[in-house]
């Protein structure tokens, strides 16, 4: 699982994905301020939205046309100022994910949402119980895990696939790179991906990692026995405004994804994560 100008952060903020879910927020703002029910917008036929566009929009699912945005605001309205800033969000909606440079089959569907969020992020939480994550790879151990999980991808791809991870990690170079925090069960230490040269050096890299100030690693050892998490890895995604962009609980499976966004599911999985540090041990403790 993976979950991954003048600073970068400026320029992550300003993916699609992230520009759409802003959009889809005051969208749905306006809508509400302006009391207009879903039902007076798709039956209104200057507008011509249907239900499911609508929706789409609202949700942050879709790129967004500028004159759509446009029709909209002035059914709610929306003052000038207020078209003007949406209709140029609406243009930024329409851009290329960064990993499309890798090709645009590079990641799949269901992942693409996370690898255009988690650049986003200010801070980033994750609980892996089988595999050192993705930002924390050394990219012999990515190897490794992407010929475990796709035996029959040939060199090319395996590398094209490997190149998506290492690019992830850029963030960490960052001026101001997102605050780390993650728990990994001691399965995660003990399995040798690769052999015991590989895992030597990916051991070194997460030492090196839980070295720097942003990074916080710590390991959950075996002998904890029961805990909270044992239902499956999770990242929680932490934006700088929650206003504008509400925190996100990523899950996933070899073949799907889910994003909880839900006031109730992220207190559910903030307290699992809280619950599971607190039987931790340090990286470096562990590794002494």
């Not at 790129?63 to 003007?84: G, M, T, W």
């Not at 590079?106 to 650049?119: C, G, M, N, R, T």
């Not at 029961?226 to 929680?236: K, L, N």
Request: glycine letters at 6%.
């Amino acid at each position: 699982m993976e979950s991954s100008g003048d600073e970068p952060v400026t320029t992550a903020a300003a993916t699609p994905t992230v520009v759409r879910r802003q959009l889809g927020r005051r969208l749905r703002l306006l809508r509400d301020t302006a009391g207009v029910s879903v039902e007076t917008v798709v039956s209104d036929p200057r507008l011509g939205i249907s239900r499911a566009k609508l929706y789409k929009l609202e949700a942050g699912k879709h790129p967004a046309k500028p004159q759509d945005v446009a029709a909209l605001c002035r059914h709610y309205r929306a003052s000038n100022e207020e078209l003007e800033a949406l209709t140029t969000l609406a243009l930024a909606t329409q851009g290329t994910n960064w990993w499309h440079i890798f090709g645009a089959d590079a990641v799949p569907e269901w992942f693409s949402l996370y690898v255009d969020l988690e650049p986003a992020a200010a801070w980033i939480r994750s609980y892996q119980p089988e595999l050192v994550p993705g930002l924390l790879q050394t990219p012999e151990y990515a190897v490794e895990v992407y010929r475990a999980r796709n035996p029959e991808d040939d060199g090319a791809e395996l590398q094209r696939r490997v190149g998506v991870r290492m690019e992830r990690q850029a963030i960490l170079k960052r001026p101001r790179p997102p605050v780390l925090h993650f728990v990994l069960n001691e399965a995660v230490i003990l399995r040798e991906v690769g052999g015991s040269d590989v895992m030597g050096a990916q051991t070194e890299k997460l030492r090196e990692m839980a070295g720097r100030p942003s990074v916080t690693i710590d390991v959950l050892p075996l002998k904890a026995g029961a805990h909270a998490a044992m239902e499956g890895a999770f990242v929680i995604l932490d934006f700088e405004d929650p206003q504008e962009d509400p925190s996100v609980v990523y899950l996933d499976s070899p073949s799907s994804a889910v994003y909880l966004q839900q006031p109730t599911e992220l207190e559910r999985y903030t307290t699992i994560f809280d619950h599971v540090r607190a039987a931790t041990v340090p990286l470096q403790e562990y590794l002494t």
